[in-house]
């Protein structure tokens, strides 16, 4: 998770700059002021009511001022709007659908929770794996399909690209407006509970890099008709997931056509949440930086990169990236939508990002009927 300092969204209150958080302050010591004053001044009759009211007021108010400096710190929300889910939409610029695409199914593709162990780095976890629709076609009974693989943020979980990123929604539309080709997505748990491992191969510790990069891929194939064309695979993840994404891409080129990050940084972070990953190795924090590894190495790993209008931290992990890459590195950078480091401005993003992805990846599937309606079994 990224960390933003205050920022004061034009013509609102921002909730992340000082203006609000003086004035929830100032209505704190007022509230506190009043309860202490009229204490034992209430009238008889209620006096409990009264004082009850005061303590729960207390309470709430304790609670908004915790929320906002917590808001100031990591930069979720930047304005009611943003908090409401009231920000108005991106622009989206329609797809080439058509273009060397199969033809257009109306059909929902489905998802499925399995358990996903590894060979290699000796980890097993959950993973979510999105089936499109026309996977069970008999027309596509020999097909491979090329794959998304997809980071979630810390914390939290694959079922949170579900919840709510309208992840199957998204791609049911997509795929049928022939915007992306049939894909299939496998959604890994790509940290332990209470640990951020931020996707890589600690020095001494768990090998997540390892799981996520060589066992997941390796998983998928041996249960699924997945592409094994070289650079069939993409990569895409929100927040951490972003840092991710990005650092397993440029590791292994072979494997990843593209990477894409929304909201995402590019340097890694040491903190509470952590540890310490690298145990003072130079080399390998700088082999796990992708901004370092833009600016001194030629990567053909082409990049999407899209950030909250009101989520500055972001914004300049981007511009910080395109400036140490100075063209080694291809950087697309997206439309960015209105609001913060949250889910609202990553449902926007999602759209054009998948699109984007999908101009690298293979197309597999030549021709195909539509799928029964029935997509058990």
């Excluded at 906002?68 to 889910?85: C, H, I, K, P, T």
């Excluded at 794959?147 to 199957?168: C, K, M, N, S």
């Excluded at 998948?354 to 997509?375: E, I, M, R």
Aim: proline share 8%; hydrophobic share 45%; charged share 15%.
């Amino acid at each position: 998770m990224t960390r933003a300092g205050p920022f004061r969204v034009a013509g609102v209150m921002a909730l992340t700059g000082w203006p609000f958080l003086g004035l929830l302050c100032a209505f704190s010591v007022a509230l506190i002021t009043v309860t202490m004053m009229m204490w034992n001044r209430w009238p008889k009759g209620w006096a409990l009511v009264l004082r009850l009211g005061c303590l729960l007021l207390l309470m709430v108010a304790g609670a908004v001022l915790t929320a906002d400096v917590v808001n100031r710190e990591f930069g979720f929300y930047a304005s009611f709007d943003d908090l409401l889910g009231r920000l108005p939409p991106v622009t989206v610029t329609p797809c080439s659908g058509g273009i060397d695409r199969p033809p257009a199914v109306s059909a929902h593709g489905r998802v499925e929770h399995v358990r996903l162990a590894g060979a290699v780095s000796g980890i097993s976890r959950d993973a979510l794996v999105y089936l499109p629709a026309v996977y069970v076609s008999p027309a596509a009974a020999r097909s491979r399909f090329p794959v998304i693989e997809l980071f979630h943020g810390y914390p939290g979980g694959p079922g949170a690209w579900q919840r709510h990123l309208d992840l199957t929604a998204v791609l049911d539309r997509e795929i049928a407006a022939r915007c992306i080709p049939p894909v299939i997505v496998v959604v890994p748990t790509d940290s332990d509970p209470g640990h951020d491992g931020e996707c890589v191969d600690a020095v001494g510790g768990r090998r997540n890099e390892t799981y996520l990069a060589v066992d997941v891929p390796a998983q998928l194939a041996a249960r699924y008709r997945v592409s094994a064309a070289p650079r069939s695979w993409a990569a895409m993840g929100y927040s951490t997931g972003g840092f991710c994404a990005v650092n397993v891409a440029f590791h292994h080129p072979s494997r990843y056509a593209a990477a894409a990050a929304l909201s995402g940084y590019f340097t890694p972070v040491t903190d509470a949440s952590t540890g310490d990953l690298y145990r003072g190795r130079r080399g390998v924090r700088q082999w796990n930086n992708p901004q370092w590894q833009a600016a001194h190495r030629h990567i053909g790993v082409p990049l999407y990169v899209v950030a909250g209008r009101a989520d500055p931290e972001a914004q300049r992990a981007i511009e910080h990236l395109k400036a140490a890459a100075r063209g080694r590195v291809p950087i697309t950078t997206g439309e960015s939508p209105a609001g913060g480091h949250n889910f609202t401005v990553w449902s926007k993003a999602c759209p054009a990002a998948f699109d984007w992805l999908a101009g690298h990846l293979p197309v597999s599937v030549p021709s195909l009927a539509p799928p029964p309606q029935d997509l058990g079994g």
